[in-house]
């Protein structure tokens, strides 16, 4: 991760790698947290097609891109907004509105950071066979906090694009694509044994479709749908990665209808794991969150057993990492600097009056 990073911001790799549409498609993929990695193959084999939802909300988001994230581009980009805060402080004409975003993102960006690290954990204790001491932990943060130092932050002025951090991500991005297509393809071949034996298993086993289709029957598939649309644009890690650190506006249109596609992709590929896990670890009390863990590990396939950790890896780092970014230039512009600029004001004042 650090060498990629590395080799983008020093200009080993060309502007047309780096600056490339598919770098910055790939990078979207910053979307797809451990959660997504790890946690949708067990939405989907508790509720079935109601997992679709919160992707089916992203997509309309970005067919939407002319109407609705074109114009936050051209905004945040004609008055130099380095934030979600920034863009709400700006539209709504208040520092305090900018100030309650911040302290709103970071109270629940949180917990969900910290469920990140905890998926770090539980992954390692699935891949060592023993709960991992809290070095492990440590260890995932000092690399986090260190590649962000490194390739995020140390840019004096917030309109620079981090290309070290762009390329990095998207790189990431490819290694949670690859790694659940072969985890996919494993399920498929590894453990049904082709095609049609899973075709023949699925006609043996009636209630598995039932299963995956009667929950959406009845769900909050609204709702869901509803906050998928949201996160395509609101969470901060995504609103920095396709907003703040674009290079070209034209890029967004690509992304239009491929990030769909990178995102229908790692949708299919979780369908299939869901019916493995049904298959092969239904005796067992082995929870469906670690399906693309286990799987492979059932059957001794050491080396998917690695590739599908690194992509939970990846799917954790990407996320804890761009959100760290993100977080912290909120922070600095809506709370810190407000508020030394303020102190320097009322001293100036007490200068004068004196």
Request: proline share 5%; aromatic share 12%; charged share 10%.
């Amino acid at each position: 991760m650090l060498l990629i990073a590395s080799a983008a911001d020093k200009r080993w790799l060309p502007s047309s790698v780096t600056r490339h549409p598919l770098i910055y498609i790939f990078s979207l993929g910053v979307y797809a947290t451990s959660w997504s990695f790890y946690g949708s193959i067990s939405f989907a084999h508790d509720n079935g097609f109601l997992f679709l939802a919160t992707y089916l909300g992203l997509t309309i988001a970005f067919i939407l891109t002319p109407v609705l994230i074109t114009p936050i581009l051209r905004l945040v980009r004609e008055y130099q907004l380095t934030s979600l805060a920034d863009l709400f402080a700006f539209r709504f004409r208040s520092q305090t509105v900018g100030i309650l975003v911040t302290l709103f993102t970071l109270a629940s960006i949180l917990p969900f950071i910290s469920l990140q690290i905890q998926t770090v954990i539980e992954s390692t204790r699935i891949l060592t066979g023993e709960f991992p001491s809290d070095e492990i932990a440590i260890g995932f943060c000092t690399l986090i906090i260190l590649f962000t130092a490194l390739f995020g932050t140390r840019h004096i002025s917030p309109q620079e694009k981090h290309e070290g951090l762009i390329v990095t991500i998207a790189f990431q991005s490819l290694i949670k694509l690859i790694a659940l297509l072969m985890v996919a393809g494993f399920s498929v071949f590894g453990i049904f044994g082709g095609v049609a034996n899973l075709e023949n298993w699925l006609a043996g086993h009636p209630e598995v479709i039932a299963e995956m289709t009667k929950p959406g029957q009845n769900g909050p598939w609204v709702s869901i749908i509803i906050l998928g649309f949201a996160a395509a644009f609101l969470l901060p890690r995504q609103f920095h990665m396709m907003v703040v650190e674009n290079t070209n506006p034209q890029h967004i249109y690509t992304a239009r209808w491929l990030f769909p596609l990178y995102i229908s992709a790692m949708c299919v590929f979780m369908i299939p794991i869901a019916w493995a896990g049904t298959q092969a670890l239904a005796s067992s009390s082995v929870n469906a969150d670690v399906y693309s863990l286990m799987l492979p590990m059932i059957k001794g396939q050491d080396g998917l057993v690695i590739l599908a950790y690194v992509g939970g890896i990846s799917a954790a780092m990407g996320m804890v990492a761009v959100s760290t970014i993100a977080i912290s230039t909120m922070i600095t512009n809506d709370i810190i600097m407000p508020f030394i600029l303020h102190v320097k004001a009322v001293d100036v004042s007490q200068n004068r009056d004196l």
